[in-house]
T-cell receptor, first 114, second 114 residues
Framework: GAVVSQHPSRVICKSGTSVKIECRSL??????MFWYRQFPKKSLMLMAT?????????EQGVEKDKFLINHASLTLSTLTVTSAHPEDSSFYIC??????????FGPGTRLTVL | QQQVKQSPQSLIVQKGGIPIINCAYE??????FPWYQQFPGKGPALLIA?????SEKKEGRFTISFNKSAKQFSLHIMDSQPGDSATYFC?????????????FGKGTRLSVIA
């Protein structure tokens, strides 16, 4: 149990286009989902906290107009990278909470912006 | 300001050895301490977690030791195997006051050599 999926696993896009990444909790309902970004050989950097039915809370330095987060249901959250640029290339990972403590992570999405 | 300090940055052990990874935290409000294992190109996977009401927790070959007064916790991997080679992250959060994001350490790259 406690499986989190992400789609797509890998995406390559041209500069200036928008990319949507989906995060789904497959066998549980997640009231809270988190979005992280990870650079090679680095730790996870929290981008935003997403609660179902409400606006996401963004971390300092994360542009909310560039990284649009929608948490429309208890099993789905999406991250849209708008007008992507090469510096947005990274590994994006979501996590979902089953309760007040445990977070389960998705497999990640590798974004490459050309 | 890094709230969770993890060491060492990298670690090489022989098969069968017991690698020990240490973490120290500053925020006394933290009350949930998980360890995650991450393989290249994959999302982190929850290994084991501990709450501050116990000093040790064991699951299979993985053991967490927790020292509340010193604000430190560590991961021990018994009888380490080459398949344990991965990056390990400690983390901390405050769960009693709500579902807060995890604060991650910078990670330890473990190599287990045969």
């Amino acid at each position: 149990g406690a499986v989190v999926s992400q789609h797509p696993s890998r995406v390559i896009c041209k500069s200036g286009t928008s990319v949507k990444i989906e995060c789904r909790s497959l066998d549980f309902q997640a009231t809270t989902m988190f979005w992280y970004r990870q650079f090679p050989k680095k730790s996870l950097m929290l981008m935003a906290t997403s609660n179902e039915g409400s606006k996401a809370t963004y971390e300092q330095g994360v542009e909310k107009d560039k990284f649009l987060i929608n948490h429309a249901s208890l099993t789905l959250s999406t991250l849209t990278v708008t007008s992507a640029h090469p510096e947005d290339s990274s590994f994006y990972i979501c996590s979902a909470s089953t309760s007040a403590d445990t977070q389960y992570f998705g497999p990640g999405t590798r974004l490459t912006v050309l | 300001q890094q709230q969770v300090k993890q060491s060492p940055q990298s670690l090489i052990v022989q098969k069968g050895g017991i690698p020990i990874i240490n973490c120290a935290y500053e925020n006394t409000a933290f009350d949930y301490f998980p360890w995650y294992q991450q393989f290249p190109g994959k999302g982190p996977a929850l290994l084991i977690a501990i709450r501050p009401d116990v000093s040790e927790k064991k699951e299979g070959r993985f053991t967490i030791s927790f020292n509340k007064s010193a604000k430190q916790f560590s991961l021990h991997i018994m009888d380490s195997q080459p398949g344990d080679s991965a990056t390990y992250f400690c983390a901390a959060s405050t769960v009693n006051s709500g579902n807060t994001p995890l604060v991650f350490g910078k990670g330890t790259r473990l190599s287990v050599i045969a």
